[in-house]
Each structure stands twice: as C-alpha cells, then as structure tokens.
C-alpha cells in the first residue's frame, strides 16, 4: 500500500444519522441529499433498510429511477436471524431483491452481545455472518460487513473478534468495517486494532473504519484507521447520529485531502464543502455551527490586533490551509468579506452573466439579508431570482397591491382561514379571496385563482415541504422567524426562503419565490445538476 492510495468514502447520514434527535427528511429531501453527496465525490451512499417502513420503501422505488454521476447506492440490513437459513431469512430476501448493487450487513463482534442480546453461541454466530454474506455475493451483491463493536469486542476477546473479520472476508465481503459503535476508543487503541485486523486478514479484502463520536475521538479515530491501513471511511454529514453523533466526513475529507495527502474527491468538489455542510444542515432545520472546522463561518474569522495584522501579512500565520480550498470565506471583522469569485460562479452555473461591478452588488446583497437572518444553502431558487435581478433577467408574476389573511377559531374548536390577494398583472388588477386549510394554503390557492389562467403550468407545482424556524428564541413571539419552503414541478425540486417578524408575511415571501423560480422560461435550460431530477408528485 502506498501512501497515496486512494480513499473511497461512505456516507452514512440517510440511515446512520437519521438516529439522531431531531433527524427527519421526507423521501424528497433524502433525495436531494443524495445528489448533494454525488456531486461532493462521496463513493457510497448508505440508504437504509429497504422496506423498513412506507418512507424507505419509497426513498428505494425512487433511487432506483436515479441517475447519479459517481456514487453508488447501498442497501443496510442484519446477518440472519439465529437458526434461520439465509435463503429464508426475510430480511435478507429483501436486500437481494433490491436494486442496490452494494449490501451493508452489521454483524455481532462482542462476546457481551452474543451473551446477553442475541443470545448465540460463538459458533452459531460466526455461521449467521458467513452465510449471510456468502448468500448476498451468491446473488452478485458486491458485500461489505459492518463488524459491530469490534473495538470493544477486540478488548474483551481479540482472537474472537479477529475470527468475526476473517468469517467475512472468507465468505467474500469486498470491505471489512471496524466499528467503534459505542465511540468509545482512543486513538492509539483503534491504530492497533487496525493493524491487528490487517495482519489477521492478510491482504486481498479492503478495512473500513466507522467510528461514533462518544468520546470526542470520532473524527482522529477514523485518520488513526487510515494512517494504520484503512482504506474505506465511514462517517455521516456534520456528525449527525445517535448520542454524540457520529464520526464527521466534513473534516475528515478535509483532513484527508489537504493534511494527509490522501486522495478522496477532486480539488472541485473539495472546494464544494463548505457550501455541502451548510445545506444538509438546513435542510434537516439545524442552524449550521459557527465553530465546524473547515466549514463554519468563523472557521476563518479573525477579531482584530495581532491576528489581523499576520492574516493581512501572510494568511499563514493564523490559517492552517486556504478557506477557498475548501469552499469557506476568509472573514477579517474590520474588512469586507471577500465571495465575488463564488457569486460569479454560481452565476454562470445558471447561465447568468455578470457584468461590471454587478458580483460585488449581489455579494453586498447577499451579506446584508444574511445579517438580518437568510441563509441561501437551501434555498436555491431565492438566490437565483435574487441574481436574475440584478441581471435584468427576472420576469416577476405580478406586482403587489396587498394581500391580507382572516384566521377564525370558532367555540367549537374548528379553525377556518380566508386569505385575499390584490395584484397587478399586465396593467390589469387582480382581486380575489380563497379558503385553506392555513393561512400559508390559503394565500397559495387565492394567488393560484388569480394567475392560473394567464400562467397555466403552476398548476403543475407544488410545495412540497415547509419549515419554521425561530432565529432569536430570546424575543418570544416577537422573535424573527425564518421560513424555507421547497417545491416541485414533478420534474425538479428547489428550495425557496422567507424572513421576518411576522411568520406569514415570511411565508408569502418564501411562496412567491418558489413560484416565480418555477415559472422563470429558461429555468430547465440552466438548472443545475442537483436540481434536474425526478421528484414526486
């Protein structure tokens, strides 16, 4: 193995990280998430359990319909149950008939569990992985093996623990994962397990390392796997997971990349971190932190006096590596932000030329409704109809008069909402009043009843996921809420964003960015790779 031998990453935050508290995303978003960690470089990309329940069984009858420019999809599930065929065993019927070429199967290590979870003897055990694993490739399934708490299991019984790899590596697993489940190793206790597994399977079979973040030692467990000889690593999204989260990818691809020497992504793709991380954040409703290495926003900030001084002297001083290599922004707090390179890019990503001092414009802009609580990573269709506007290119719908919402709770506890719109279109004047089932609904149908005939195809969108978030919870209810609002043509999905002290007026600006970017004429032309996919009806 040399030192420059290549990294294949794998993402766990679809299954892995939706354990976490607070971790929820529709099929669609799922979706939007695996194009964003496609377009990132990311190799595999874990799913879930396929069938475990109505919303994964759609996540895989859509991935299946999926065209992805690198990565390849992974279905996760158990080794057999215990005195159950693996040709019988459900579960694993299920992953076979799924179209995943790459199965994920976890595994017992510990003597603990075989004692007192699953109750097997030690052989039984080392059968259920085999089989299990030799039934997957037997159906050209490429197998990886999850070897749950190994590093636990490797305190507690090493040569048992080594048996478990070697059972899986026989039956033909193409990747071995030692698994620091309970995140409770060091780093110099993963280094020499992970030599000891290496020496025990004696090459012709590729280590993984998946670590949890329990003790802080997440992220150096998993660079102390690959110094030792892993060559797969597993990791979720800004850490999310279970407990303390697991081992973060964001800083390990970074570290890979940059501090090792280790290839993963191109030097493109590196410089699509940051803006990678802001968006699987928002999407999931998480203000993303301020403090991630690499990627939060004062990841490179400097306060004045001597730091400030050395930055402007030699970045080197104060930075261990190039913000822009990895998409972020140097921010000195007495000067400007500096991002008009990454606003002129954006900007041609979507066919927008701009012209002058226009970039400057939009950066200035962008800082400004940033300051007062918006934050784009998500909201992709505001950000372009923001740069439309400052091109020249934005056609709006119409011109706003006023609108006004009605919500009436009745003694019987029913709850009705009348929302009225006045518009111009055309130099005509468009008044009309519609029910919904929430002022947000309300005011949709009554703009729709306005337009719907002048613009036919908005019958064809629909919103397809909305969220509220308080950003200064300190105000109570007079606190500034920010809305992000998704939509979907049935073809592409994007995301559109509001924000103010008054929750519905946040709504109505993030509706009518949704629509207006759904209705722009050279939109499909230009759409962006993650946003020119399949999406539900």
Known sequence: MTSTQRIELYDATLRDGMQGEGMSLSADEKLRVAHKLDELGIDLIEAGFPASNPKERELFERLARETFGHAEIAAFGMTRRRDTPADADPALRVLVESFAPVCTLVGKTWTLHLDK??????????????????????????AIYDAEHFFDGWRAEPEYALRCLRAAAEAGA????????????LPSEVDAATRAALDALGGGVQLGIHCHNDAECGVANTIAAVQAGATQVQGTMNGRGERSGNADLVPIIANLQLKLGRPCVTDEQLARLTETAHFVDELLNFTPDPNQPYVGRNAFAHKGGMHVAGVRADAATFEHVDPALVGNARELLVSELSGKVTIQEKAEDRGLTLEGDTAARVLERVKSLEHAGYQFEAADASFELLLRRETGEYQPLFRLESWRVIVEKRADGKVETEATIKIWVNGERYVRTAEGNGPVNALDQALRDAIGEIHPHLKDIDLVNFKVRILDESKGT????????????????WGSIGVSENLIAASWDALVDSLEYGMQPDRAEHASPAEHRPAAR
């Open 117 to 142: 979870v699953v109750k097997v003897d030690r052989e039984e055990n080392l059968r259920m992985i085999a089989e299990s694993l030799a039934f997957l490739v037997d159906h050209d399934k490429r």
């Open 174 to 185: 193409e990747t071995v994962v030692l698994c620091d489940t309970n995140g409770s190793s």
């Open 478 to 493: 007079g606190a500034v809420t920010r809305v992000l609002i998704d939509a979907s043509d049935g073809h592409d999905v």
